[in-house]
């Protein structure tokens, strides 16, 4: 079946009804830097380091796969559609569906009905401070992601050019909100002195062969108890929040462009290279040579 496919900030002037299909895995990824969002864009607004950008869809539109270069927020103000991220993980979103995507992150999304996006963007520097925390897509629901979402929306609709207080400050509320709900998003300074010493091993010691027993035994804990209190507060494993800091790592390797595939591997406590690459496709849906070839770029 022929799939309406949407040109870069231009919207299909025909109304097609169609089920769209998935794009297959194997088809080139498209990289989307900056603010270059898919569909007819409207105006951006920018407020001390946040910006926000809508787009709009036509019915029966389906985007290629691709990341983007940015971590952001997409709110569906409106419309229905399915997103296809890694691992073949597909989720149906609808108005008020609020959607973290994190750089890197492959997708493609298909638009069973015309909708309208909003984008946001949070400061660099932000991130930073999350490191792996910020690495894992996410979907925040809730009341109180609904009410912060619609009021973002209204202040973008009604401010084309400057910005106050209000809109800074409801993009930091949703920075807090994200940071709370995320795997490993907890307020590190908040933690108890033996948990925040466990975050601290795992993220500065990412390489590093270690075990719970060990990890326990040099925080002052019951191995159990560590595991029990960990997942408790920050949602995920040991292990797979040590994966996560290793997948990040090497992603920042991968961009500087000085190692090999094996060398970074070893670098970030990979078993080997074929464990590095397996994991890697996992978090981001493509190969390690892939990235950094399309880091290259830009």
């Known amino acids: 079946m022929q799939v309406q496919q949407l040109p870069e900030d231009r919207r299909s002037s025909k109304s097609v009804v169609m089920t769209p299909t998935l794009v297959e895995a194997g088809e080139e990824v498209v990289e989307r830097t900056g603010d270059k969002y898919y569909g007819k864009r409207g105006h951006v607004l920018e407020a001390s380091g946040f910006r926000i950008t809508a787009s709009s869809y036509a019915q029966g539109v389906t985007l290629p796969k691709h990341f983007h270069s940015r971590h952001h927020f997409c709110y569906v103000v409106s419309g229905k559609y399915e997103e296809k991220l890694r691992l073949n993980r597909v989720e149906t979103r609808v108005a008020s569906h609020l959607m973290y995507l994190p750089a890197g992150v492959t997708h493609t999304e298909l638009h069973f009905s015309a909708g309208r996006h909003l984008m946001i963007e949070a400061p660099p520097q932000y991130w930073d401070k999350l490191?792996?925390?910020?690495?894992?897509?996410?979907?925040?629901?809730?009341?109180?992601?609904?009410?912060?979402?619609?009021?973002?929306?209204?202040?973008?609709?009604?401010?084309?050019?400057?910005?106050?207080?209000?809109?800074?400050?409801?993009?930091?509320?949703?920075?807090?909100?994200?940071?709370?709900?995320?795997?490993?998003?907890?307020?590190?300074?908040?933690?108890?002195?033996?948990?925040?010493?466990?975050?601290?091993?795992?993220?500065?010691?990412?390489?590093?062969?270690?075990?719970?027993?060990?990890?326990?035994?040099?925080?002052?804990?019951?191995?159990?108890?560590?595991?029990?209190?960990?997942?408790?507060?920050?949602?995920?494993?040991?292990?797979?929040?040590?994966?996560?800091?290793?997948?990040?790592?090497?992603?920042?390797?991968?961009?500087?462009?000085?190692?090999?595939?094996?060398?970074?591997?070893?670098?970030?406590?990979?078993?080997?290279?074929?464990?590095?690459?397996?994991?890697?496709?996992?978090?981001?849906?493509?190969?390690?040579?892939?990235?950094?070839?399309?880091?290259?770029?830009?």
């Open 131 to 298: 490191t792996a925390k910020a690495e894992t897509p996410m979907t925040l629901a809730g009341r109180e992601t609904h009410f912060v979402m619609r009021k973002i929306h209204s202040e973008y609709l009604h401010r084309r050019s400057s910005y106050d207080l209000a809109i800074e400050s409801l993009c930091y509320y949703l920075m807090a909100m994200m940071n709370r709900r995320a795997p490993g998003g907890t307020d590190v300074k908040a933690l108890p002195a033996w948990l925040k010493q466990t975050y601290e091993i795992l993220t500065e010691r990412y390489a590093d062969r270690l075990t719970v027993r060990t990890i326990a035994a040099e925080v002052g804990v019951e191995p159990e108890h560590l595991c029990y209190m960990f997942q408790r507060y920050f949602n995920t494993t040991l292990g797979e929040f040590q994966r996560r800091c290793r997948t990040y790592r090497a992603m920042l390797k991968l961009k500087e462009n000085k190692w090999t595939l094996c060398e970074v591997a070893m670098q970030c406590g990979f078993a080997d290279q074929s464990h590095f690459c397996a994991t890697f496709r996992g978090y981001t849906g493509l190969s390690p040579a892939h990235y950094a070839s399309l880091s290259m770029k830009h």
